[in-house]
């Protein structure tokens, strides 16, 4: 606690002398203009430099206010029609005043030199103001590297990646030499490992120098992205000089691209040849073991943050919330938490995803109100895991009200959060309303698709899961392991078994998806359910994969209908040699004996099923009204308001039978509920 005490006050001692030193430099410029100021209204200074050292100061400042007095006080003496003074007024204009004022000054320049022309093109690209920037490139009399440049980095800046390598394309017509700049820019954005290596050919065609550290750190970051880790140590290996930077997209790289050790031993080696890590390096490291969920090192990086002071990072911080939660220490995470005296929307996204990950969706909804009423605004991120958290045993007014957030915070349109009010909305059941939220989905990803398909099969809408899995075919990204299990969840669900073995079938041929164990448990679940046990025998037997508890559970409820008595008697040994505390087999033989007169063996199920301590599971479903939760059990005879219930419950069974449902031969729930 002490050693906690000290940080933190040596933090602040930091901060603080860090606000004086810049308070010195401000006061020392606001002096400077001042005393222009008096000087401005005697004998006026007629010095370049002083004029100069002026608009330095303004630079300083920040002040479009003493901006625009200096740039008065240099059309009082004519010095705005001077070139490198212009030059100057411009630039400042370009970072603190608007596109109109950089005309302006750009105007009065007489003799506009090539930098005039580069820092006005700045200016509009830096106001966004594209398309004014590229009437001012078209009108440019000479262009250099730096024109493109300035170009193709609004492009990029604003999203237009297509218009970025157009000018490229049309740089390098017109003769121009790219840069490493101007190669680092596009390797920001690259798409694919496949342009990115044609990027890196046309640097080496270029006779750009790859050992620049810039350059390389950039080619490190590319290959990294895309996961081609030996083209990034390729790279790291040429370098003539390294920095921090270099370091840390190595490692970066190859805890990115799933090789957690590797990029462990990265970070022993480079400090071993004498670099530092800085916040961007422990966050890196932390973050890798969190992956690995190797809680020791995790502890050893944590303490080297406590140590050199950057706990205070909430990247560092917010790392180390998830390192703990990952390792199944929630209440380090509320302790790391707890003792960050400023919050920000990383940190606090980082505990309430911790929460919500544990199962308390309580804990991160109320969390989640305190961000709001600190004026934290929510993220994509911060919506997307509140909504995963809301809880079907509350009331689903919570839910509707973080719609409304969401539109107030006009984020309805982002893919990822449009795709939790999906998911959210088809776990209360309101699968119209969920079926809306997607309609209204515009740039749709897979998982938006995935996630409707499951809550459509979830919610009992067959044919509409179908539907949308063919529109996905025709017009969306391909289908992976989970849209397929989607749609065979969603067979399994109608009775389709024909149809569930034919997606079945040809997953891997059709579709590139090796069938999982949740393909295989789906489908013999199906193929138990439609009476056809042989043939999901033999499914089960052609398994690549060891069967789950959960396989051997539906063929095991199969039999109770359908087996005979020697093929029950071998699932149930197999699911007691995988489940053993499981009830499912004991309570099935036990039927089955008894079914068959045979008392001996129904005692000697149940002495067994004493002896090892496995216990009945009881049946219960529950319901949320007003923030309570009402429980019902299996066969239980009594409950506050009985009467009533089950009067409504008469007529509940009443309106299904009048519409023609039939029950169930058996009940899937109780049967996972059983093995699990």
């Not at 992205?225 to 390729?234: E, L, Q, R």
């Not at 419950?649 to 049967?671: F, H, M, N, P, T």
């Amino acid at each position: 606690m002490k050693q906690r005490q000290n940080l933190v006050l040596r933090l602040v001692a930091e901060k603080k002398r860090e606000c004086d030193e810049r308070d010195q430099k401000f006061m020392a410029a606001r002096r400077t203009l001042l005393e222009f100021d008096m000087k401005a209204h005697g004998p006026l200074a007629t010095s370049l430099s002083y004029y100069s050292n002026l608009i330095e100061h303004c630079f300083l400042l920040k002040s479009l206010d003493y901006a625009k007095f200096v740039h008065a006080q240099l059309i009082k003496v004519g010095f705005n029609t001077h070139t490198f003074l212009g030059n100057r007024c411009l630039d400042l204009y370009s970072q603190l005043g608007t596109g109109n004022d950089s005309l302006r000054v750009f105007e009065d320049i007489i003799d506009k030199n090539l930098i005039s022309w580069n820092i006005f093109l700045k200016a509009f690209v830096r106001f966004g103001e594209l398309e004014r920037a590229r009437d001012v490139f078209d009108e440019m009399p000479k262009r250099d590297v730096v024109s493109w440049n300035t170009m193709i980095s609004g492009y990029v800046s604003f999203g237009l990646f297509d218009d970025a390598f157009r000018f490229f394309s049309e740089m390098q017509k017109a003769g121009i030499r790219p840069s490493g700049f101007t190669y680092s820019t596009l390797l920001s954005f690259v798409s694919s490992a496949c342009r990115g290596k044609q990027i890196h050919a046309s640097m080496i065609r270029n006779g750009v120098d790859l050992s620049n550290v810039v350059v390389g750190n950039s080619l490190i970051g590319m290959y990294g992205k895309f996961g081609v880790v030996d083209y990034a140590f390729g790279v790291f290996i040429t370098m003539e000089e390294l920095d921090i930077i270099s370091w840390n997209s190595l490692i970066w790289s190859c805890g990115k691209s799933g090789y957690q050790n590797l990029a462990l031993r990265q970070f022993v080696l480079m400090r071993s040849v004498g670099y530092s890590p800085d916040q961007f390096t422990v966050s890196t490291v932390i973050t890798v073991c969190s992956n690995l969920q190797d809680l020791e090192k995790g502890e050893q990086i944590f303490a080297l943050c406590i140590r050199v002071g950057f706990l205070s990072n909430s990247i560092v911080s917010s790392a180390s919330i998830d390192l703990f939660s990952k390792c199944n220490r929630l209440e380090d995470s509320v302790r790391v938490f707890e003792e960050i005296y400023q919050w920000d929307s990383v940190l606090c996204n980082a505990m309430i995803s911790s929460y919500a990950w544990h199962g308390f969706g309580e804990n991160a909804l109320q969390l989640f109100v305190l961000t709001l009423r600190e004026n934290l605004r929510p993220t994509e991120f911060t919506l997307s895991i509140v909504l995963s958290a809301v809880s079907i045993l509350l009331p689903v007014d919570q839910g509707s009200q973080i719609h409304s957030l969401v539109v107030k915070s006009g984020l309805e349109s982002d893919v990822i959060v449009a795709s939790s009010l999906v998911e959210m909305y088809a776990k209360f059941g309101l699968i119209d309303s969920a079926m809306k939220t997607f309609a209204k989905i515009g740039a749709r990803d897979l998982i938006s698709w995935n996630t409707m398909i499951m809550g459509l099969a979830y919610n009992g809408r067959v044919s509409k899961a179908l539907e949308i899995f063919k529109e996905l075919l025709i017009g969306g990204p391909p289908p992976d392991e989970i849209t397929l299990a989607g749609v065979l969840l969603a067979c399994n669900v109608g009775g389709l078994v024909d149809e569930g073995l034919s997606i079945f079938s040809s997953m891997e041929k059709e579709y590139g998806v090796i069938p999982a164990i949740e393909h295989y448990a789906c489908i013999v679940d199906m193929m138990s359910r439609g009476g056809k046990l042989k043939e999901a025998m033999d499914i089960v037997e052609l398994m690549p994969h060891e069967p789950s508890g959960l396989i051997w559970g539906s063929l095991l409820c199969a039999c109770e209908i359908y087996g005979d008595l020697r093929f029950t008697e071998r699932v149930a040994e197999r699911v007691m040699e995988l489940e053993p505390q499981s009830s499912l087999p004991y309570l099935v033989l036990a039927q089955a004996y008894e079914m068959r007169g045979r008392w001996e063996s129904l005692v000697r199920v149940r002495r067994a099923m004493k002896e090892k301590g496995v216990r009945k599971v009881i049946g219960c479903s529950w319901i949320g009204i007003k923030n309570h939760v009402f429980v019902f059990k299996e066969n239980q005879l009594l409950h506050i308001g009985g009467k009533d219930i089950y009067f409504i419950l008469r007529l509940l069974i009443q309106e299904i039978e009048d519409d023609g449902y039939a029950s169930q031969q058996y009940d899937k729930v109780r049967a996972v509920g059983e093995v699990g």
